[in-house]
């Protein structure tokens, strides 16, 4: 594969995002070095800094240039600063507008515990300890793209409307791809929803049912969401893989990333057929930008999961794993992470160090 280019969209966006994404752009450097494949990076802009330099979330020349990608790297989007707008024209837009224009209809959130970190967990270490867990959310469906949505005005009341909608077609391919990965993990998938309540869930558990037929060596466990959300913390270890809606995968796997200490460790890939886009599953920020005290580990472990799916690197991805191991094993560490008898360094020094044992 020597020689091969390929094409990185990169958006920094908004708070720590520039921040945590200029330690990560750093790593296909090394890469190019160790594999002779080039990387072509292309940055462009999104989110709160799209919108004040030309009043769109996600101008037509940052689409294109997504669209035009091979993958697409994002760090952040969004802040208070920009909370008084109106929805449409929000950062949050921006990333919305992404996965639906790049058909990404798979996030993949990777729950890792490192033996350096059981400390920082603020869960018992018994319970937190080899924890990993991956977690499958739909991300184009459910009640953040459903219709009729909005606020309107009704005998002289307020009424809001969000609209929860989920095909046999959409469940049907989040299904498979949440198989696939369980076939290649340890065999065991958990279908979460609110079937007992929610009719569109219950479809959603029909389906899994029934693509199962497809999948006889993976067991497939049937979970309501908020039983789930109490079995994280009870018995976290319990869990291999985890599929599920857009709106419960957004709120399970935030409360999954805490079990690791820091939701600054955390990476994602959302994928469709084609595209990828990888990012961080931490929000902006916006508190600490600038001030060199940001983790940039979800960020630099989000290009490690770009090297393997998207382009099939998977010893250097492994390679990028083991270095982020090595420097917490080392004693390195960020604020969001830092404990007492250890070393903490700024944003830059945590890249740099990484950087260091990956072309080691």
């Known amino acids: 594969m020597a020689g091969k280019t390929y094409r990185i969209a990169v958006f920094p966006g908004d708070g720590i ?6 330690q990560a752009v750093k790593v296909f450097s090394v890469v190019t070095e160790r594999t002779g494949i080039n990387f072509t990076l292309e940055e462009g802009l999104v989110g709160g800094a799209a919108y004040d330099a030309c009043g769109d979330p996600l101008p037509a020349a940052s689409l294109e240039m997504a669209l035009n990608a091979d993958a697409v790297l994002l760090g952040a989007v969004g ?42 967990s603020p869960l018992k270490n018994h319970i937190v300890r080899g924890i990993d867990i991956m977690i499958v959310r739909e991300l184009t469906g459910g009640v953040y793209f459903g219709k009729p949505r909005g606020v309107k005005t009704e005998k002289g009341m307020r009424v809001g409307i969000n609209t929860l909608v989920y095909s046999e077609e959409e469940i049907e391919r989040i299904a498979r791809v949440a198989f696939e990965i369980a076939r290649q993990r340890r065999g065991n998938l958990v279908s979460v929803d609110k079937a007992n309540v929610l009719e569109t869930t219950q479809l959603w558990r029909d389906v899994l049912t029934e693509v199962s037929g497809d999948y006889r060596d993976v ?9 789930c959300a109490m079995q994280l913390i009870r018995d976290p270890a319990q869990f291999d893989v985890i599929v599920t809606t857009n ?4 709120i399970l796997s935030d409360e999954a990333s805490m079990l690791t200490g820091s939701i600054g460790m955390l990476p994602s890939a959302s994928r469709g057929r084609c595209a990828a886009m990888y990012e961080p599953i931490h929000g902006s920020a916006p508190d600490i930008a600038g001030r060199n005290i940001a ?14 799916y998207s382009f099939g690197l ?22 969001d992470i830092f404990q007492e008898g250890m070393l903490l360094v700024g944003t830059e020094e945590m890249g740099e160090e990484v950087v260091k044992r990956i072309s080691a």
């Open 247 to 250: 709106l419960f995968g957004d």
């Open 295 to 308: 983790n940039p580990v979800a960020t630099i472990l989000s290009v490690a999961m770009m090297l393997q």
């Open 314 to 335: 998977k010893e250097e991805a492994r390679r990028v794993e083991e270095a982020v191991e090595t420097v917490l094993r080392s004693g390195f560490r960020t604020r």
């Open 17 to 22: 995002g520039p921040e945590i994404v200029a």
């Open 219 to 227: 067991s497939l466990k049937h979970m309501y969401v908020d039983n």
């Open 79 to 120: 802040g208070p600063k920009w909370e008084a707008l109106d929805y449409s024209v929000r950062p949050e837009r921006a990333l919305l507008g992404l996965r639906e224009k790049l058909g990404l209809f798979a996030n993949l959130r990777p729950v890792t515990v490192f033996d350096d970190l059981i400390e920082a």
